[in-house]
Structures are given as structure tokens and as C-alpha cells.
């Protein structure tokens, strides 16, 4: 299975909520999220994501959850795992050792409905802005543009200002933080990872 995914910037709050609850699409309390994501040694932010598999941890109430994110058609088209973790810091070392770096935090205060089989999300994004995410589970037969067109259609129902951005999470903090990132060669790697051992991640 995949998940596809669309995602809208939207700057009135208020008038998201009031359509959302026109379609009488309940969205729980807010929850915090404290992600880290993680990228190949030797892939930079602006290369190509298809086909590459990216890693992420994420803590919720405690809780940390370990993911891999390997994009097919577009970067909101992944082939996604993800299983529970008992230790972030101890997997957070560990996927440093298995050739990766870690790129950028990702925190957000997310709020979560559902309409069928879509996943709506109502992201505050912490030094970015205000996102709503649509995504549905698809087989692998099934086109991500079409399910992607379908999950636009019934924003723009909605009848507010959204802005569709076709980016993920962490190149928007990324480019939001500005600046370019400075990818460790492969022969730095091990120094990197030493090095990060021995800080907790964030």
C-alpha cells in the first residue's frame, strides 16, 4: 500500500474550520509532534526524492514511532513502513550508523479527522504556517494523480484560500529556515555519526 497525500497552505484559520465543520468532519484536540527527519548521505536538499527512501522519528505523548517514506510518482506519493520505537535516542544512533544524516526538525501541532477513507489533517507548523493535509491508502495500481486531483477537488469545494504546495514538511521548515544545507561526504559519515552518538536528537 501508499500513501497519497495532498497539502494546502491556508492563512484564515477561522474560516477553514467553520467549512470543515459544514461537512460535518469532526477534528479532534490538538496534538503535539516532534519529528526528525533523515536523508541519504550524499542526497541534498533540491536533488530529486523519487525513488529514495527517507527516514523519519517522530515523538507523540511520549511515544516514538520510526518510519521510512520512499517517494514513487511525486514526493507526496510514498510507499511508506512505520513501527513503534521503545528508545528515540538509541534509533536515532542507529540510523546515523546506517548511512544517514539528519536533515531538519519538524514540529507541528497536528488536529485529525476523517471523511471515509481520506486522513484530514489541520498542521500548525512550527515556523512555517498553517497546512491542510489530505491523504487516502491506495494500492499500488492505482494513479497518484487522479487520487491527488480528487483530494484537491474537495478542498477547493470547501470554499476557502488554500494554496496547494506540492512539497513535503521538511523541505518547506527547510526552506523556510533558509540557506543550503551542507551534505556530509561519505568518507565524514563516520565522524558525523560518532559525533551525534553522543548528543540527543531533536
Not at 484530514?120 to 494513479?143: K, N
Request: aromatic fraction near 6%; proline fraction near 3%.
Amino acid at each position: 500500500m501508499r500513501e497519497v497525500e495532498v497539502k494546502f497552505s491556508v492563512t484564515d484559520l477561522e474560516a477553514l474550520l467553520c467549512a470543515i465543520r459544514t461537512t460535518g468532519i469532526h477534528l479532534g484536540e490538538p496534538v503535539y509532534q516532534d519529528d526528525q527527519a533523515f536523508a541519504p548521505i550524499g542526497w541534498a536538499f533540491g536533488d530529486s526524492k523519487l525513488g529514495v527512501s527517507f527516514l523519519r522519528l517522530r515523538t507523540v505523548e511520549g511515544r516514538h514511532w520510526f518510519a521510512l517514506k520512499q517517494p514513487d510518482a511525486n514526493a507526496q506519493d510514498c510507499l511508506e513502513y512505520e513501527t513503534e520505537v521503545a528508545d528515540r535516542q538509541q534509533m536515532h544512533e542507529a540510523i546515523l550508523r546506517m548511512g544517514y544524516w539528519a536533515t531538519v526538525r519538524v514540529a507541528k501541532s497536528r488536529r485529525t479527522g476523517r471523511r471515509g477513507e481520506v486522513s484530514l489533517c489541520l498542521d500548525e507548523l512550527e515556523g512555517v504556517g498553517t497546512f491542510l493535509e489530505l491523504e487516502r491508502m491506495v494500492s499500488d495500481e492505482e494513479p497518484a494523480a487522479a487520487v491527488q486531483d480528487e483530494l484537491a477537488a474537495f478542498v477547493a469545494s470547501l470554499g476557502i484560500e488554500a494554496v496547494r504546495t506540492a512539497e513535503t514538511y521538511d523541505s518547506l521548515v527547510r526552506a523556510a529556515q533558509g540557506g543550503a544545507v551542507r551534505v556530509p561526504s561519505s568518507r565524514e559519515s563516520t565522524d558525523a555519526a560518532s559525533r551525534a552518538a553522543t548528543s540527543s536528537p531533536v
